[in-house]
């Protein structure tokens, strides 16, 4: 199995703040990756795909990047609705497997 | 629009078996692969299994042969069975649409959470 290293386990940051979330694949996946947000009580939402790819709907101060198998997630202007879990996943083999999530929290 | 729903039972006794159904709508099974993933409480995702649009099915080995995924698309939905339940199987369980042609899920159930007790 594709293990996902994600970090970090939590995150402060203030408002229109840059935040940077990395996830590191334990083997070569190419771009087969995807990021979820996650609301207390909620189901996880696509964010991006493919690694660079913004689903319906997201804001475009969302943003995937990769260098080689280290993936990352930038939020350019931290707003208050972004406050949650993010999950990176990889889609490159079964089983489908996931990072173990960021808390990120206003500071 | 596309919805997922999971029922099922709150609470399981421990050893005992676990049925959840997802009542899809908005699509067809026959169209898109429904998969199940689980959350432990404070944890994070595990994928279980999938339903392939094409009617077979594919499990995560740490399941071994616990796991059951089955589906009547006359009624639009996808069945979890799972046996001997433990309690590390307390979760919340989902429900998630694949993104076609990717191992992607972009609509999700709101989940159902089971609690094991001995």
């Known amino acids: 199995d594709i293990q996902m290293t994600q970090s970090p386990a939590s995150l402060s940051a203030s408002l229109e703040e840059i935040v940077t979330i990395t996830c590191q694949a334990s083997?070569?996946?190419?771009?087969?990756l995807a990021w979820y947000q996650q609301k207390p009580g909620k189901s996880p939402q696509l964010l991006i795909y493919?690694?660079?790819s913004l689903a319906d709907g997201v804001p475009s101060r969302f943003s995937g990047s990769r260098s080689g198998t280290q993936y990352s997630l930038k939020i350019s202007r931290l707003q208050v609705e972004d406050i949650g879990i993010y999950y990176c996943?990889?889609?490159?083999?079964?089983?489908?497997?996931f990072g173990g999530g960021t808390k990120l929290e206003l500071k | 629009q596309v919805q997922l729903k999971e029922t099922g039972p709150d609470l399981v006794q421990l050893t005992q078996t676990l049925s959840i159904t997802c009542t899809v709508s908005?699509?067809?099974?026959?169209?898109?692969?429904v998969h199940w993933v689980r959350q432990p409480p404070g944890k994070g995702l595990e994928w279980m299994g999938t339903?392939?649009?094409?009617?077979?099915?594919d499990y995560n080995s740490a399941f071994k042969s616990r796991l059951s995924i089955s589906r009547d698309t006359s009624k639009s939905q996808v069945f979890l069975k799972m046996n001997s339940l433990q309690t590390d199987d307390t979760a919340k369980y989902f429900c998630?649409?694949?993104?076609?042609?990717?191992?992607?899920?972009?609509?999700w159930g709101q989940g159902v959470m089971v609690t094991v007790s001995s």
């Open positions: 998630a649409r694949q993104k076609v042609t990717t191992y992607y899920f972009d609509y």
């Open positions: 908005g699509f067809s099974l026959t169209t898109y692969n």
């Open positions: 339903m392939w649009n094409g009617g077979g099915t």
């Open positions: 083997q070569n996946m190419g771009n087969w």
């Open positions: 493919g690694t660079t």
């Open positions: 996943q990889q889609a490159s083999s079964t089983p489908p497997t």
